[in-house]
């Protein structure tokens, strides 16, 4: 605890780590000498610093004052072995959530951050999946992307327990979408970190679903009728998933990520990606449970002419809180970002959402668009929608947008007037206002899933 010393001045109105994640207990987890290493120095950093709090700015409108990370303990270090077998997945729901994206060329599961599954159509030569640990090249690769992690990020690597690789090699195509489930499930109070490192080599192309979800509570389970998942209470968890991608030069790379957890469950998710010379990054992200789910997403051009189009849809139910923190950074010329976050709130539910453009000086001739459209679907749902500049060069083009509001009343009446219930009404025109974002998802195999996804969280039959 001395080492705080040099802090207090800046901890006495912020609350101090608590006992529960120390360098002790992540000292129990198991690996190779450089992952124990990595996790006593992040232990030891995170220990050493302050929680955040709202007076952040990072964190401005969030809930993480409310956070105790005392009602929880780190989960994973009951080992798990994999198994090579490409059949059912640990859980039948599982199965049936996987076998709904149809054909694909990998598949990885862990079950609370131990990996439990693992199978390939493609050759090793050709594709690289399962445990990062069992490569050794993984202890310069990982972390590569997230290269100054604070906070929730420090947290992941001081407990993360089987962080998972894809790599695709240089030069090669892959036509099916490789499929990464992390599942959530077990007691309540556990705290989980996923983490997964995707690597698109030079001139390859490939897609990557990954889906973080609660066995009991997520996708594929009974929808409630009430708003409330399941016979009982929803279990509270903490979820930390931390997701690095880096595409290189004039490769390609479809991501599309869903979080479904349950009603009562943290998560604290933070996806980073460095896009190469000519490179093209796809990202669609959707965000359907927990009880305060934030993702922040940091996008670095890093090559003349690279890519990234970022996109993602979310509907809050209830007293949720969904968060969303973006950066598209542009540190070489040429480069073009185009994002556009979608999402409606309900009941008592609230969304955030906070972006920054940053153009780098000599990053000439950059292309950047950021979107934030939200409808507020009732008195106590609210939504807040702050879009920023950083602009460091001349010959740029930016822009930047937001729109918070209600149903639009003329085509409510337009509706109404045909003879159309206003409850379906409100329904019918939600899913058409997600109805565009949702043929944007760039992996087909997913369009079905995230807009029946969609769909029932607004109540109608399809998006």
């Known amino acids: 605890m001395g080492s705080r010393l040099a802090n207090r001045a800046s901890l006495r109105e912020r609350p101090a780590v608590l006992s529960t994640f120390t360098p002790d207990s992540a000292a129990a987890f198991s690996g190779p000498a450089w992952l124990r290493q990595r996790r006593s120095a992040a232990a030891e950093a995170f220990s ?12 401005r409108y969030s809930r993480i004052d409310q956070l ?16 090579s077998d490409p059949g059912p997945s640990p859980s039948d729901r599982i199965h049936s959530l996987v076998s709904s994206l149809g054909v694909r060329a990998g598949l990885v599961v862990t ?4 990996l439990a599954t693992v199978a390939s159509s493609v050759g090793d030569e050709l594709l690289t999946l399962g445990r990062a640990t069992e490569h050794a090249h993984m202890e310069h690769l990982l972390g590569s992307v997230v290269s100054e992690p604070r906070d929730f990020q420090l947290l992941n690597d001081a407990f993360v327990v089987d962080p998972v690789l894809v790599d695709v090699q240089p030069g090669v195509v892959i ?4 499929v990464i489930v ?11 970190f996923p983490r997964t490192m995707i690597r698109a080599g030079a001139s390859s192309a490939a897609g990557v679903i990954e889906i973080v979800v609660d066995v009991d509570t997520g996708l594929l389970a009974d929808p409630p009728s009430d708003g409330v998942r399941g016979p009982n209470r929803p279990l509270e968890h903490l979820v930390v998933p931390v997701t690095e991608l880096q595409i290189a030069d004039d490769a390609t790379l479809d991501f599309v990520s869903v979080q479904s957890l349950g009603a009562e469950t943290w998560q604290v998710a933070h996806q980073a990606s460095t896009i190469g010379a000519n490179a093209t990054l796809r990202s669609f992200a959707v965000a359907l449970g927990g009880s305060y789910a934030r ?16 996109r993602a849809a979310y509907i809050g139910r209830d007293e949720q809180m969904l968060d969303f923190r973006t950066l598209q950074d542009h540190l070489a010329p040429r480069t ?7 999402g409606a709130v309900a009941d008592r539910s609230h969304s955030v959402y906070s972006g920054l453009i940053r153009v780098r000086r000599g990053a000439v001739r950059s292309d950047a668009m950021q979107t934030n459209h939200n409808l507020v679907l009732d008195e106590g749902a609210h939504a807040d929608s702050v879009p920023n500049l950083d602009i460091e060069e001349n010959d740029v083009k930016c822009s930047h947008a937001s729109t918070v509001g209600p149903v639009d009343e003329d085509q409510r009446y337009y509706l109404e007037s045909r003879g159309v219930e206003p409850q379906r009404a409100e329904q019918l025109i939600v899913s058409g206002f997600f109805q565009s974002i949702a043929e944007q998802v760039p992996l087909a195999g997913t369009r079905s899933l995230i807009g029946n996804a969609l769909a029932q969280r607004v109540g109608v039959g399809h998006v």
């Open 175 to 178: 036509d099916e979408p490789i």
């Open 68 to 83: 105790d990370l005392d009602r929880f303990r780190p989960s994973g270090t009951m080992p798990v072995q994999p198994s």
């Open 336 to 342: 073009t970002s185009d994002l556009l976050f979608m």
């Open 295 to 310: 993702l922040r997403t940091d996008s670095a051009l890093a090559g003349a002419g690279g890519t990234s189009m970022l």
């Open 182 to 192: 992390h599942m959530i499930t077990g007691a309540g109070g556990d705290a989980v």
């Open 111 to 114: 079950i609370n951050g131990v």
């Open 48 to 59: 050493s610093s302050p929680l955040p709090t709202e007076k952040d700015e990072v964190w």
